[in-house]
């Protein structure tokens, strides 16, 4: 309790605030690395994902690299990409590394969404004479988004989680804290930027979470409303049946 404290008096102290090593900055390097690799995995996996739910095809091997990916160490892909890349170009090989981390979530997120949407709603839309395409954007697309947020949040936490390790390649961020607090033993400074770094996920998962319910589409709200008064109305009646 007493380190929680110091902690906490570490993170309010006013230097804390001030010059080049300030929170803030910190703060801010963090979640540009966080973002850029975000938008980046993203415009590769959502088309990818996309293209692979409408048509089916790949699907096997989307599954099979997905599930390579996320058994991939981050801290041992870090390293090895600065070293193949070189000690020069360290910040491509940290975007490398959050990229290709941040890709299986999205990539299972785009093709499951698209294929949880009712088969037949879809031979509905080719029966009114709609193209692929319009299938694709007015139907699959906006009836598959809540599943794809959801893979974009579990990759924005995969992704916020890892950048704590940029600091190790000197990229800043807040693992920078971390990591000189390990050095110099300074438990409090270590505790206070694992507190602020658990804090931007949880902010970050609480926005996905707010968004993920805002997209899903009024007729689909709708109809689901009157479905759990339903469940509600059996549980409750099941659970005030007198037993035999």
Request: aromatic share 8%; glycine share 12%.
């Given at each position: 309790m007493n380190l929680f404290s110091e902690a906490m008096a570490w993170l309010f102290a006013p230097e804390r605030y001030a010059g080049a090593d300030a929170l803030q900055i910190r703060i801010g390097e963090h979640l540009f690395y966080t973002f850029i690799s975000l938008a980046i995995a993203g415009a590769i996996a959502i088309p990818l994902g996309y293209f692979i739910g409408h048509t089916g095809r790949g699907r096997e091997l989307a599954i099979g690299i997905s599930g390579a990916a996320r058994a991939i160490p981050s801290f041992g892909l870090i390293l090895l990409l600065v070293t193949l890349?070189?000690?020069?170009?360290?910040?491509?090989a940290a975007f490398i590394a959050f990229v290709l981390l941040g890709i299986p979530s999205i990539l299972a997120g785009a093709y499951s969404g698209l294929e949880a949407v009712d088969r037949r709603v879809i031979d509905a839309a080719?029966?009114?004479g709609m193209t692929e395409w319009q299938i694709l954007w007015k139907v699959e697309i906006p009836l598959g988004l809540p599943l794809l947020i959801g893979g974009l949040r579990s990759a924005a936490l995969q992704i916020v989680a890892t950048v704590t390790l940029a600091a190790?390649?000197?990229?800043?961020?807040?693992?920078g804290y971390i990591i000189s607090g390990l050095a110099l033993r300074q438990?409090?400074?270590?505790l206070g930027a694992a507190l602020v770094i658990?804090?931007?996920?949880l902010v970050l998962d609480g926005i996905f979470a707010l968004a993920e319910r805002l997209v899903?589409?009024?007729g689909v709200a709708a109809g689901r409303a009157p479905d759990v008064r339903t469940r509600s109305s059996r549980t409750r009646a099941v659970a005030e049946t007198p037993a035999n």
């Amino acid at each position: 309790m007493n380190l929680f404290s110091e902690a906490m008096a570490w993170l309010f102290a006013p230097e804390r605030y001030a010059g080049a090593d300030a929170l803030q900055i910190r703060i801010g390097e963090h979640l540009f690395y966080t973002f850029i690799s975000l938008a980046i995995a993203g415009a590769i996996a959502i088309p990818l994902g996309y293209f692979i739910g409408h048509t089916g095809r790949g699907r096997e091997l989307a599954i099979g690299i997905s599930g390579a990916a996320r058994a991939i160490p981050s801290f041992g892909l870090i390293l090895l990409l600065v070293t193949l890349i070189g000690v020069t170009q360290k910040p491509l090989a940290a975007f490398i590394a959050f990229v290709l981390l941040g890709i299986p979530s999205i990539l299972a997120g785009a093709y499951s969404g698209l294929e949880a949407v009712d088969r037949r709603v879809i031979d509905a839309a080719r029966a009114v004479g709609m193209t692929e395409w319009q299938i694709l954007w007015k139907v699959e697309i906006p009836l598959g988004l809540p599943l794809l947020i959801g893979g974009l949040r579990s990759a924005a936490l995969q992704i916020v989680a890892t950048v704590t390790l940029a600091a190790y390649i000197g990229l800043g961020g807040l693992g920078g804290y971390i990591i000189s607090g390990l050095a110099l033993r300074q438990f409090d400074q270590m505790l206070g930027a694992a507190l602020v770094i658990v804090a931007l996920a949880l902010v970050l998962d609480g926005i996905f979470a707010l968004a993920e319910r805002l997209v899903v589409p009024r007729g689909v709200a709708a109809g689901r409303a009157p479905d759990v008064r339903t469940r509600s109305s059996r549980t409750r009646a099941v659970a005030e049946t007198p037993a035999n």
